[in-house]
C-alpha cells in the first residue's frame, strides 16, 4: 500500500449482515471468510476505489465516535491490510 493508492472491494465478495454486531464478508473465489464488526463493515464499504486510507479514516471518525483520528487511521490501515490478505481488497492507483 502507498500513499496514493486506493482500496477496492474485490469483484464478487458479498456482504452478509443479519442485523447483529457480527458481519461476515465472504469472497467466493478464494473461500475466504472474515468476521467483522459494524466499522469493519462500513471501512468495506467506503473502498470504492475513489477513498484513500485518510478519507476513509475520516468518514469512520465522522461516524463512529469514542477515537483519536491517529488511532483510528491507525486501525483503518490494519484492517486494510489483513482484507487485502484475506483477498477482499486490491489496491489500485489513484486516479
Same mark, same amino acid.
Given at each position: 500500500?502507498?500513499?496514493?493508492?486506493? %482500496?477496492? &472491494?474485490?469483484?464478487?465478495?458479498?456482504?452478509?449482515?443479519?442485523?447483529?454486531?457480527?458481519?461476515?464478508?465472504?469472497? %467466493?473465489?478464494?473461500?475466504?471468510?472474515?468476521?467483522?464488526?459494524?466499522?469493519?463493515?462500513?471501512?468495506?464499504?467506503?473502498?470504492?476505489?475513489?477513498?484513500?486510507?485518510?478519507?476513509?479514516?475520516?468518514? &469512520?471518525?465522522?461516524?463512529?465516535?469514542?477515537?483519536?483520528?491517529?488511532?483510528?487511521?491507525?486501525?483503518?490501515?490494519?484492517?486494510?491490510?489483513?482484507?487485502?490478505?484475506?483477498?477482499?481488497?486490491?489496491?489500485?492507483?489513484?486516479?
Amino acid at each position: 500500500m502507498t500513499e496514493a493508492a486506493v %482500496p477496492v &472491494i474485490v469483484e464478487g465478495v458479498t456482504i452478509n449482515d443479519d442485523g447483529t454486531a457480527t458481519t461476515t464478508l465472504l469472497n %467466493p473465489l478464494s473461500g475466504h471468510i472474515f468476521v467483522t464488526n459494524r466499522v469493519g463493515k462500513r471501512v468495506i464499504e467506503l473502498c470504492d476505489g475513489q477513498k484513500k486510507v485518510e478519507a476513509i479514516a475520516d468518514a &469512520i471518525q465522522a461516524e463512529f465516535a469514542g477515537a483519536t483520528g491517529e488511532a483510528i487511521r491507525g486501525d483503518v490501515e490494519d484492517f486494510l491490510s489483513q482484507a487485502s490478505a484475506q483477498g477482499l481488497i486490491v489496491w489500485r492507483d489513484a486516479a
